[in-house]
């Protein structure tokens, strides 16, 4: 099955800073690559997501970039601020099978510093 | 927020009691999932759903059962409850599997005493 690692753990930066939080994939033939924000006491949710056909993906001040060669992905926000802190996960499709289900990074903690 | 919910939000029970928490969508989606969340661990993968009747096990499946007899409900039991899944439990759903978005519910928070 897939097996996906996430670095940094832990993240704080200063308001207006950029956060780059990266991930690897085990599988290549992984081909979906989404990107959660988990608010504190809250389930997570998509902020953005990117195809395996697709090298590049931004929407606002968020972009997330795949390197399907090196197997691993990144997630960059730019202009941080506060309400960005929270837990991030990165996540790949599981092709083992049918592609049912996806298999999670252990997550990062942003915290961004007024 | 999408239409899922949990039950119960949050729950103390005893070693070696049962426990069944319940996820319910009104989406109508094929696809429903239950992770744990732990520190230092993330989101894993108990159980998952993709159709009515039709289930698998995901990474942490020791200990847990689930039964999906409807679209809209899936269930998740620990049939003899351990003091080791204490944890935040979070039901998902989504409509194509594992190349689609998945929605999550807002979490149970189970104590195991």
């Known amino acids: 099955g897939e097996n996906v690692e996430q670095h940094p753990s832990t993240l704080s930066v200063q308001e207006g800073d950029s956060a780059v939080i990266k991930c690897t994939y085990s599988d290549s033939a992984s081909n979906y690559f989404p990107w959660y924000k988990q608010e504190l006491g809250k389930g997570p949710q998509l902020i953005i997501d990117i195809r395996s056909n697709v090298g590049e993906k931004k929407d606002q001040r968020i972009a997330v970039t795949l390197n399907k060669t090196a197997k691993h992905f990144s997630l960059h926000i730019t202009e941080t601020q506060p309400e960005d802190s929270a837990v991030y996960f990165c996540a790949a499709s599981d092709s083992g099978g049918s592609n049912y289900k996806l298999t999670f990074g252990k997550g990062t903690l942003l915290t961004v510093n007024p | 927020d999408a239409g899922i919910t949990q039950s119960p939000r949050h729950k103390v029970t005893e070693t070696g009691t049962p426990v069944t928490l319940r996820c319910h969508q009104t989406e109508n989606h094929r696809y429903m999932y239950w992770y744990r969340q732990d520190p230092g661990h993330g989101l894993r993968l108990i159980h998952y759903s993709y159709g009515v009747k039709d289930t698998d096990k995901g990474e942490v499946s020791d200990g847990y059962s689930v039964s999906r007899s409807k679209t809209e409900d899936f269930l998740l039991t620990l049939e003899s409850a351990t003091s080791s899944q204490t944890s935040v439990y979070f039901c998902?759903?989504?409509?194509?599997?594992?190349?689609?978005?998945?929605?999550f519910g807002q979490g149970t928070r189970l104590t195991v005493v």
């Open positions: 998902a759903i989504s409509v194509e599997g594992g190349n689609t978005e998945a929605f």
